[in-house]
């Protein structure tokens, strides 16, 4: 596609249930990133793959958070258990280069609502 | 912990009028970015600036990068109602993170 592809639009979970956002990121896209971005805020930084590994996993807020990018391309955002807290838009940005000064490309996002 | 902070968080102006905005922190950047936001959408590059004191044009947008590079500065000239959104700046870090600020949400009143 021609640009980053985020699923589901919207995501409606009750608290404890288990939930995985996916993230189709630019076709030869070597970085790729997830934020979380709660109303009013700027994004937050969660995790960050280099091809398929995890170069960076400091920003995820719990054990619950989980990231995965197996074949380096498609990612999958799981959040196990999901509290009312968790309840924020989940971007997904990815980049030509390795993370630097390339730039990034963001897709819509998943709003996660956790009643 | 490196941190940007962003100011006005929000401001409202009529249409026609300049307006700047501020990405300021205390830590040293590599580069900075600015990115505009829409409603339900991600966030758009709109520039990235690279050498402290650099400044860039984007039509009727000013960007500044400080001398020290641990600050920058959008200044729009002659607002429009199109240019409402939230605006983001973006730093490199130490660790190449890219982290963000909180935004400046701008409303330009036709």
């Known amino acids: 596609g021609a640009g980053v592809s985020q699923s589901p639009r919207y995501k409606v979970a009750k608290r404890g249930q288990d939930v995985a956002l996916r993230c189709d990121p630019i076709s030869g896209h070597v970085s790729l990133f997830w934020y979380q971005q709660a109303l009013g805020q700027g994004p937050e930084f969660l995790t960050y793959f280099q091809n398929e590994a995890q170069l960076d996993k400091s920003g995820l807020p719990s054990d619950r958070f989980f990231a995965e990018r197996p074949e380096g391309s498609v990612s999958t955002l799981k959040i196990q258990r999901t509290q009312q807290e968790d309840s924020a838009v989940y971007l997904c940005?990815?980049?030509?280069?390795?993370?630097?000064?390339?730039?990034?490309?963001f897709g819509n996002g998943t709003r996660l609502t956790v009643t | 912990t490196q941190l940007l902070e962003q100011s006005p968080q929000f401001l409202s102006i009529q249409e026609g009028e300049n307006l700047t905005v501020y990405c300021n922190s205390s830590s040293v950047f590599s580069s900075l970015q600015w990115y505009r936001q829409e409603p339900g959408e991600g966030p758009v590059l709109l520039v990235t600036?690279?050498?402290?004191?650099e400044v860039k044009k984007l039509k009727r947008l000013t960007f500044q990068f400080g001398d020290a590079r641990k600050d920058s500065s959008l200044h729009i000239t002659a607002a429009q109602p199109g240019d409402t959104g939230l605006y983001l700046c973006?730093?490199?870090?130490?660790?190449?993170?890219?982290?963000f600020g909180k935004g400046t949400r701008l409303h330009i009143l036709p």
């Open positions: 600036v690279v050498t402290g004191g």
């Open positions: 973006a730093g490199v870090g130490r660790d190449d993170k890219i982290i």
């Open positions: 940005a990815s980049s030509f280069t390795d993370r630097g000064l390339g730039t990034l490309h």
